[in-house]
């Protein structure tokens, strides 16, 4: 009996080296990929079958640099064959994004989280204070989790689409100021307004980036990542 509990003792100890082993594997090829990277928003995030995400050139840009990247989140898309990971919710208000971050942080710890976020509002309905203490909730959740995170926020691409969404660029300067607000280097205010012209870079809608819309994101995105990536 007791040789027996003996072998019984051997083959236990054998086992939680083995998982820890494991353990440590899995821990290693997470890192072994990269940064990671949190895609935050609604649909111009997420893309659709009609239009383009800023998440594929994006992609293109940081492999073409040599940064070894990984997007992740509860999300994922498709284009061209190729699958991206994402935290984009089509249709989805800053505000819902803002109930759902801690749980989403949670899962998808990210070293990077780019927040795109102001859509599916309307103008009738005064909408920047409340998105903006939404923004604010998000970020705040964030560093809470992971205060070594970087997270960009986007002033949201301007639309044609109006008078709807009108109140795009009050939205943005009120962005700019609460980003401002926390005199931290690691949140950063990203102007996609720069060469972003709505008439010639959405699709029929006035809203939704078409190829060169998507790429001109992406651009504005890489740009301001530049600075944190040659930290890494």
Request: hydrophobic letters at 40%; glycine letters at 8%.
């Amino acid at each position: 009996m007791e040789r027996l509990l003996f072998r019984f003792n051997i083959l236990f100890i054998c086992l939680i080296a083995f998982q820890a082993g494991c353990s440590v594997q899995n821990r290693t090829m997470k890192t072994n990929k990269g940064i990671t990277i949190l895609g935050l928003g609604d649909s111009i995030t997420e893309g659709g079958p009609d239009f383009y995400s800023y998440l594929y050139p994006l992609d293109s840009l940081l492999s073409e640099a040599g940064r070894p990247h990984v997007f992740i989140g509860p999300r994922s898309s498709v284009q061209n064959g190729h699958i991206l990971h994402h935290a984009g919710f089509s249709g989805k208000t800053a505000e819902f994004l803002a109930k759902q971050i801690d749980s989403i942080y949670s899962t998808f710890p990210a070293d990077i989280v780019l927040l795109h976020a102001g859509h599916n509002h309307f103008q009738e309905e005064n909408p920047v204070p409340g998105i903006v203490r939404a923004q604010k909730t998000i970020i705040e959740t964030i560093r809470k989790k992971n205060h070594n995170a970087q997270v960009l926020v986007a002033g949201v691409i301007t639309s044609g689409k109006l008078p709807k969404y009108a109140y795009i660029p009050d939205l943005n300067m009120a962005i700019k100021a609460m980003v401002g607000s926390f005199s931290d280097p690691r949140i950063t205010f990203v102007d996609q307004q720069k060469n972003w012209n709505w008439a010639d870079d959405t699709i029929e809608d006035k809203v939704h980036p078409n190829r060169k819309g998507a790429l001109v994101i992406a651009g504005q995105w890489f740009d301001s990542l530049k600075d944190f990536l040659n930290k890494k």
